[in-house]
């Protein structure tokens, strides 16, 4: 069986976050640099291995503040740690679940994500693309993203719950 490669299109795709801000509302940030790739035994999505990899410092919030803010130290301190990563420990776009290992600000946990496969189609042009919807929550502090600053009425500035999602397309590799 012939191994198939899919690569990311990243004009096709977006990676989401939005966190909860001082206990009332959710502030959305994306990723604007990523890429990633599919590597498939046969045609199928049942056995594959997944990497991705975002850049941390093209975190865009819609505020230059809290994006600079997001790129120190504090959070995901972009100097240090100039990747996100995620590799796949098992996949199968039937069973809609991906579980992998994601690094993030230096520290590796296990992960899994909800996933579902919208199918494939192909473009004008001839390429064969696949695509995916992704949602899950990561808690920020078990990788150890931990600032933040107590609020006069109680609870915390920023909450421990990230929730991420992914609109993502591949692209098959001749």
């Known amino acids: 069986m012939a191994t198939n490669t ?48 975002a850049d941390p410092a093209s975190v865009d919030t819609g505020s230059e503040q809290r994006d600079g803010h997001l790129k120190s130290p504090d959070f995901f301190d972009t100097e240090q740690f100039p990747h996100i990563t995620f590799e796949s420990g098992s996949f199968n776009a039937n069973a809609g679940k991906i579980e992998g290992n994601l690094t993030l600000h230096g520290v590796t946990k296990p992960v899994a994500l909800d996933v579902e496969f919208s199918g494939t189609n192909k473009d004008p042009w001839g390429n064969e693309k696949a695509g995916f919807s992704i949602s899950g929550k990561i808690n ?11 609020l006069e009425a109680g609870g915390v500035l920023v909450s421990e719950d990230v929730r991420i999602s992914a609109e993502v397309q591949f692209v098959k590799q001749a």
């Open 140 to 150: 920020r502090t078990d990788f150890g993203l931990n600032w933040n600053a107590a």
């Open 6 to 53: 899919w690569a990311l299109d990243p004009s096709h795709s977006e990676l989401q976050f939005k966190v909860k801000h001082l206990m009332i509302t959710n502030v959305t940030g994306q990723f604007k640099m990523i890429s990633g790739s599919i590597e498939s035994d046969g045609d199928g999505f049942d056995n594959v291995a997944v990497n991705f990899t």
